[in-house]
């Protein structure tokens, strides 16, 4: 009897290059140490140089973290290693806490073994009538070292690579390039505000990228999906610059899944081959379907299932209308007033219990205003309807609060104790330092620790203020201001066990049976992901002890400072009013310090209250759009089953 054949795989038929997709950045990052380690020890038997391009940027950081632990534990050596850099800001001090050079020094050849001489990285600091000569050496250096191994790359929003923005040629050389706008907002990051951003960077050109002998594209995280899937799906183009590398023979793209979110096998799986139709999944395809289709969910018919490519879950579930009837009613039940559960009522299918009640909750925030900013009507509803609510504030922020914030309440500290007659020698003192090392204060200074303690109490002061707007009493806010956090630069410690513990402590104490916690990991700093960790392994380590009060325990994820859930994640969705709307926005606006000009970003220009009302009023919209009641706005959640 013949043997049957096995079925073929096509989930990735839509990709036009490889893409190997991995549960999270770590374990992405370290497949890639591995095949970079593996081309340096086969170089090493040959007695050859290994020559790698080298990428900045957040994205690499883990893979650097990696290669220096294998360097250390693992004994791997790169003395025989020539590096070259894709890119440097211009003009930009080498030293420079932002530049690339010293990006590189800290998170990679500052801890191995590498010959000084073997590492190139563009010079931010010549003169401009000699930057083309400059990057034709830079050329001449790659050739003469027999030309790049192996090119590893990030990959901005807007698709470029090095800093090869939109329109760049793919026969383009090193050279000086002006930074498209979304480039410096999405870098703004790592500078105080965007005016600070560098115009101008150095960077090879696609034609460099593309005569490497293999390239690694390197993607973490939901802000890069819609890129990757241009980048790997769609006709390669010069707008897209990261589609040229499809005209490359060896290329691989190593993302995340929130990176591969929209590719084709996960946005639509039903069009790649067979799919298993689980409640969320169909909930998915008919969400989707009706978004694309301009039409409320009980509207859609046979017709536009087959047309949709969902012939397959006609075929399994029936008819179009009963199909269409279980999407809405979890769209409608996901809908309420009511996030500590209502009380005294059974609503099997309602997101929360109804008991206990009152709930005692825990609002985690990272930052001093991550609370208001992405669930403040939440806030504000849990505390009117009764519930015991506290808040913990992760972070000290410090790093968020601009110079001319210092002086500004320096100025009113030292006027308010010459009004009431208090000696103001010792503040007096505080305040001309201040002054005079932030006026003089260099790209590559930290702050004082004076200073940031300065800047931690105003951010402080205002989540204070923020908790007394909604109701919250004094006993139940929380300052944890978790180590990892204070480095005074834009560059975090990774999770300690200090943070872990002061968390431990905290939820112990409380004895929640609601945890709010970030999950908008597309934050830049990378803050928002730490501190989800540190609470997730506090509850590990609570529930590994055997406490009894977890079991009863609940954890759900907001989001809205920087993204929002897809709409057929949404487990609860809580509906706001016009005047719930304006009475955030209000809340929002006590944090003074964040407003104006936001430090530090990210890709989104506007201020954060503008982001919230946009993001909330939009899932609203989207729930009208697919049939349910139209609000004013939504804060939308989601359960983690820890």
């Known amino acids: 009897m013949a043997k049957k054949a096995a079925a073929m795989d096509l989930s990735d038929s839509f990709e036009k290059i490889p893409v190997k997709v991995f549960p999270d950045p770590k374990k992405g990052s370290a497949a890639v140490a591995v095949e970079i380690a593996n081309l340096i020890r086969s170089k090493q038997q040959q007695k050859q140089s290994c020559v790698l391009g080298l990428a900045t940027g957040s994205t690499p950081k883990s893979l650097y973290a990696e290669l220096v632990r294998m360097h250390k534990e693992e004994g791997l050596s790169f003395k025989n290693v020539i590096t070259f850099n894709l890119d440097e800001y211009y003009p930009i001090e ?13 998170n990679l050849f500052d801890h191995v073994d590498i010959l000084p001489e073997n590492i190139h990285i563009p010079n931010g600091e010549i003169e401009k009538e000699e930057i083309k000569s400059h990057c034709i050496q830079y050329e001449k250096k790659i050739e003469a070292a027999g030309g790049i191994d192996l090119q590893i790359l990030g990959i901005g929003t807007n698709g470029h690579i090095g800093f090869n923005e939109p329109g760049s040629g793919i026969y383009s050389r090193t050279r000086l390039i002006t930074l498209d706008n979304s480039t410096r907002i999405a870098n703004a990051y790592e500078f105080a505000n965007i005016s600070q951003v560098p115009r101008l960077a150095i960077t090879m ?8 002998k293999k390239v690694i594209l390197l993607a973490w995280g939901p802000s890069k999906a819609p890129v990757i899937k241009q980048a790997v799906e769609d006709d390669d183009s010069e707008h897209v610059p990261a589609s040229l590398l499809q005209n490359h023979d060896d290329v691989t793209f190593f993302v995340d899944e929130a990176a591969a979110a929209e ?16 409640s969320l999944m169909i909930k998915k395809a008919v969400v989707n379907m009706a978004l694309k289709l301009k039409k409320p969910v009980l509207s859609l018919t ?13 075929v399994e579930k029936g008819d179009a209308y009963e199909i269409n009837l279980q999407v809405y009613y979890m769209l409608r039940d996901s809908i309420t007033g009511w996030p500590g559960g209502k009380p005294d009522a059974v609503i099997p299918a309602h997101p929360e219990r109804s008991e206990p009640y009152p709930k005692r909750v825990i609002i985690f925030s990272p930052h001093p205003d991550d609370d208001i900013i992405s669930m403040g009507g ?52 505080i305040l001309a330092e201040a002054r005079e090392f932030i006026s003089s204060k260099k790209s590559n200074q930290v702050d004082t620790p004076t200073i940031r303690n300065i800047k931690g109490l105003i951010r402080r002061c205002e989540a204070k203020a923020t908790c007394r707007y909604v109701g919250i009493p004094d006993k ?83 989001k809205g400072a920087w993204q929002e859930w897809n709409i057929e994640e949404i487990e609860m969705a809580i ?12 809340g929002i606006f006590i944090h003074q310090s964040q407003k104006d000009m936001v430090p530090f970003q990210g890709s989104d220009s506007r201020e954060f209250w503008q982001r919230a009302e946009a993001r909330n009023a939009a899932t609203a919209r989207i729930y009208a759009d697919l049939g349910l009641t139209h609000y004013a706005a939504m804060e939308a959640f989601v359960r983690w089953h820890y």
């Open 94 to 106: 080498t030293d420079a806490l932002q530049s690339y050079n010293r990006f590189m020094k800290a």
């Open 205 to 212: 050109g696609i034609g460099t990228i593309l005569r490497a």
């Open 263 to 278: 590719l084709t096998r996960n946005k639509t799986p039903w069009l790649t081959g067979d799919c298993e139709w689980t």
């Open 302 to 314: 046979n017709s536009d299932y087959n047309e949709f490519g969902l012939s397959d879950l006609l």
């Open 378 to 429: 939440t806030f504000q509803r849990l505390h009117d309807q009764g519930h015991d609510v506290h808040v913990g504030y992760q972070t000290s922020g410090n790093i968020a609060v601009t110079d001319e914030f210092v002086t500004r309440f320096l100025d009113f500290a030292v006027g308010f104790e010459e009004i009431v007659g208090i000696d103001t020698k010792t503040s007096g003192q």
């Open 476 to 558: 139940n806010i929380h300052f944890q201001n978790l180590p990892f956090y204070e480095t005074g630069t834009i560059e975090k410690n990774p999770m300690g066990e200090k943070d872990v513990e002061i968390t431990i402590e905290l939820l112990r104490k409380i004895k929640p049976h609601q945890v709010y916690c970030a999950g908008d990991f597309a934050d830049p700093h990378g803050t928002h992901l730490v501190c989800f960790n540190v609470v997730l392994e506090a509850l590990r380590r609570i529930k590994a002890d055997g406490d009894e009060w977890l079991s009863d325990c609940w954890l759900w994820l907001y």
């Open 575 to 586: 509906p706001m009013s016009p005047d719930q709307v304006v009475k955030k926005r209000f």
